[in-house]
Every structure is written in structure tokens, then in C-alpha cells.
């Protein structure tokens, strides 16, 4: 287990060596983390940890895959994709072009089930969904619209619980325990690093997903996070956020208007 | 001052939980007045669902109000708070709560031994964990820390457990405290720092 001290010493040193910031991270779960990550790797101690992240470039990588949560699915939480499918898009419909962006998208589950509503909303010709990560590698999987057969059964019944009524297994090609989503999907999907730490607004949005992201960061990186939003979004554009976090208690909160009860806000004029 | 600074012991107490458990809440929960010294906190295995019914249920037999669990919620004497299903439950140094989408431990998420690990950590000796009935290891691993940080170990005695493998597995692993049936549970969180 490494101490409270040693952390701030690797927060540093990363920072140093590296140029990332994790200083504004959730202290108890960067913590897990870094100490999963040193069982895991079998250090002897936290000297040798941060030594092989000073200079190995490609362990740096790995400890960047490995603290990063990139736990997602396809339509997560159903119920907030029914409420996406059958109030939001409807009114992004009206829009003659759709720019979407999926802020820390990881392997990118949620960005294909976004494609999916898109389309039988018959809005995907028009839609643009730019998908960003601090984490590359993810993004590679992201790229490949590839996820795992086995979860395609959980992701049916999310996709159905959601409102779908087509067969699910029509939108991927099973092959060798994979299922391939299609180039018409990928088409309209624009994949980049992105650091909510360090990086600035890029293009302007009609609806930013940023789904369980903000639990990771403490409320001053919360509030960066969230002008950086402020300052991509549309006038009368929709910021979501995963089922715990909250715009409540931040500097938007004036500024913009909670959809109902959902974790869905749109910006004010 | 010593005299008030023992009676204050206890900062949190966190109880887990899995098969079985709820029954066991539902039966201690009735019987507690409010606590105003300490935070109660529940970490109980439910099924991943965005609906809360498990705080509904809770918050019908209880009077300690129970307090909603979003990321960084305040973590305050005299209230009651649940895991949400589908996260990790963690403890900030600042007395807020935190959340985590990471991998599930033990099949869980949430997990008991992350909680009780965390709690351990920011709580030390003000910390009291009881483990109830439950099928799988979970909370094992967890009450070790809550021991190794000086905090207080109570388990659930397996017999009265509907599901005894996960207090017996909690026995044979570690050095609890006490080892109690419900009315020693209710007991015991009644006479918590008085």
C-alpha cells in the first residue's frame, strides 16, 4: 500500500516527467488505483514505482491505462437512453447539422449506442459525434466499433429497455467471439485525444456527454470541466451527465436548466 | 475532556451486507432512534438497477433520514447513506463521499471490502463495520483493514444468518470484536460513543 505522501510524490513526478495532471483526482479512488496497479506489477517498493515511471516512456502508458477507469457499456443506464431517444433527439432533430461529443468516451460502447439512436431517428446522415479520451489505446478500440460477443446479450436488453424495437444483432457482424459494428456507424464519428485536465474547447456542441468522468475529479477540476463545456455548447444545447454527478453546486448552475430529473441540462439563451 | 473525547469515538459506522441482509435491516432499523454523534453508512449487494427502491424500503423503516448519494455528497453525523447500485462507495479525506465506476470486486459493484477499505482508511479507530449475512467472500478483506486501522469489527453470528458463509468466512479470517446476534447488533450501535 502506498501512503498519502508517496501519492502527491507520484502526482508530481508524473507531472514533471510527463506534463499530466492528476492533481485534481478524487484522492480515494486515484489512490485504489496506484495501488492496484503496484500489486499488480509486483513492485517492491514505491521507489522502484517511481523510477520506472520517471523513465520508461511505455510503463508511463501503462499506468495511464491501467489508473484510468474505462469501464463502460453500451446503452448504460437504458432509462437515460429512453429519455435521450424520445425527448432530446427529437428536438436535435430540428437542427439542419448535429455536432455531439462524447467527453472521455473509453472504448467508446456508449458513442456507437449513440449511433444507433441517430439513426433510427434518421438523423445519422446529418450527425457528427466527436469522441475524445486522455487514455489512446482505448480510443484504438473505440476506433474499431470491435466489443466483445458475450456482451452483446446485455447490451440487447439495455438497447430494448431503452425503447428499440429492431433486433439488436442486426447492427454487428458476430465473428471469432467479436461483434463488429458498421462503417456507416465509424463514418460519422470523429475520435481524438482529449484532456478535460489540460486541454481547451475545440468545436462548439448541440448535446456533450460526459458520463461518469466528473466522479473522478475533485470540485475544482469539476468546475474546469465544466466551463469547458460552458464554452462548447450551443446556446440552448444539452450537457449530460452519469447517474450521480450533478451540475448543482457549480458555477452553471444558474446558467443552465435540469431536464425534468434527469441528469440532462440544457443552456440557457 | 478525556471523558468526551472517548464518548465521541465513533465518527461512522458502515455496515455490509448481501443475500439475507436486507431482512436483518429491516428488522435492527425500526428499533434505532436517531444518532446524532455518528453517519451510518449501508453497503448491501443489490441488483444493478437504476431505480431505488433498496432506499425507499430503507428510508419507510428507518427515522434516521437518509440522506441521497450523489458524487461528493457530505458525509454528516445523524444521517444515513446507501451505496448506489452500479458504484463503488469511497470515503474522501474531507468527509465527502466519492464514487467509482471501476471493475467489480468479489462479482460486486458495490463492493464491500472497497468501502470498508476506504472507510478504514479516512475513519481509523472512528470507524465501527458490521458485516451481515451474505453468500460470497466480500467484506473479509474489508474488515481486516477496518482491524489493521484500529477500528471496531462486528459480525453478524452466522448462525442467526440466513446466508452464514460470509460472516463465518469474516470470522475464520480475522479477530472481530464481537461476534452478535441482531439484538447485540442493535445493543451495540445504541450505546456507540455514549
Known amino acids: 500500500m502506498i501512503n498519502d505522501r508517496e501519492l502527491e510524490l507520484l502526482i508530481n513526478e508524473v507531472f514533471e516527467y510527463h506534463g499530466f495532471d492528476f492533481s485534481g483526482y478524487s484522492r480515494a479512488s486515484l489512490k485504489r488505483r496506484v495501488d492496484r496497479l503496484y500489486q499488480l506489477d509486483g513492485f517492491k517498493s514505491v521507489g522502484e514505482m517511481l523510477s520506472r515511471v520517471r523513465t520508461e516512456p ?31 433527439i427529437p428536438v436535435l432533430a430540428t437542427k439542419p447539422f448535429i455536432r455531439i461529443w462524447h467527453a472521455g468516451c473509453a472504448s467508446g460502447e456508449e458513442v456507437y449506442s449513440m449511433a444507433i439512436l441517430l439513426q433510427e431517428a434518421n438523423l445519422l446522415h446529418k450527425s457528427l459525434m466527436y469522441a475524445t479520451d486522455i487514455n489512446p489505446l482505448v480510443l484504438q478500440t473505440a476506433k474499431k466499433g470491435i466489443f466483445p460477443l458475450q456482451m452483446m446479450k446485455q447490451y440487447s436488453e439495455n438497447y430494448r429497455i431503452s425503447g428499440g424495437k429492431k433486433d439488436f444483432s442486426d447492427y454487428y457482424t458476430a465473428n471469432y467471439g467479436f461483434a463488429k459494428f458498421g462503417s456507416d456507424f465509424t463514418a460519422k464519428m470523429v475520435f481524438s485525444e482529449h484532456s478535460l485536465v489540460s486541454d481547451g ?31 462548447s455548447l450551443a446556446k440552448l444545447g444539452y450537457l449530460a451527465l452519469g447517474t450521480k454527478e450533478t451540475l448543482k453546486f457549480s458555477s452553471l ?17 | 475532556m478525556e471523558k468526551e473525547r472517548i464518548a465521541n469515538r465513533y465518527k461512522v459506522l458502515i455496515i455490509g451486507g448481501s443475500a439475507g441482509s436486507l ?86 459493484r458495490p463492493s464491500i471490502d472497497v468501502s470498508f477499505e476506504s472507510a478504514a482508511e479516512v475513519y481509523g479507530p472512528g470507524l465501527a463495520a458490521i458485516l451481515l449475512s451474505g453468500a460470497n467472500a466480500d467484506g473479509t478483506e474489508g474488515l481486516l483493514a477496518v482491524q489493521n486501522a484500529g477500528g471496531t469489527v462486528i459480525v453478524q453470528l452466522p448462525e442467526t444468518a440466513q446466508m452464514p458463509f460470509m460472516p463465518s468466512n469474516a470470522i475464520s479470517n480475522t479477530n472481530p470484536h464481537y461476534v452478535l446476534d441482531v439484538d ?6 445504541t450505546n456507540m460513543n455514549s
Not at chain 1, 437504458?78 to 432530446?88: D, N, S
Not at chain 2, 447485540?184 to 450501535?189: L, P, S
Request: net charge negative; glycine share 2%.
Open chain 2, 23 to 108: 431482512e436483518v435491516l429491516m428488522e435492527l432499523l425500526p428499533g434505532l432512534d436517531i444518532l446524532p454523534s455518528f453517519a451510518i453508512v449501508l453497503v448491501l449487494h443489490r441488483k444493478n438497477a437504476e431505480d431505488s427502491t433498496l432506499e425507499e424500503l430503507i428510508s419507510y423503516k428507518t427515522s434516521i433520514p437518509v440522506m441521497d448519494v450523489e458524487d461528493k455528497t457530505a458525509l454528516l453525523p445523524g444521517f444515513m447513506y446507501i451505496a448506489p447500485s452500479d458504484y463503488h462507495l469511497l470515503f474522501e479525506a474531507d468527509n465527502t463521499l466519492s464514487l467509482d465506476t471501476s471493475e467489480k470486486i468479489n462479482y460486486s
Open chain 2, 184 to 189: 447485540g447488533i442493535h445493543q451495540f450501535i
Open chain 1, 201 to 231: 474547447s475545440f468545436n462548439e456542441f448541440d448535446l456533450i456527454l460526459c458520463r461518469n468522468v466528473l466522479i473522478y475529479f475533485d470540485k475544482e477540476l469539476q468546475d474546469r470541466a465544466f466551463t469547458l463545456f460552458d464554452d
Open chain 1, 58 to 88: 511505455e510503463y508511463f502508458k501503462r499506468m495511464i491505462e491501467e489508473i484510468t477507469v474505462n469501464v463502460t457499456e453500451m446503452f448504460r443506464d437504458p432509462l437515460f437512453y429512453k429519455v435521450l431517444r424520445e425527448e432530446i
Open chain 1, 253 to 269: 448552475q444558474k446558467t443552465y436548466t435540469q431536464h425534468n430529473k434527469d441528469k440532462i441540462w440544457k443552456k440557457k439563451e
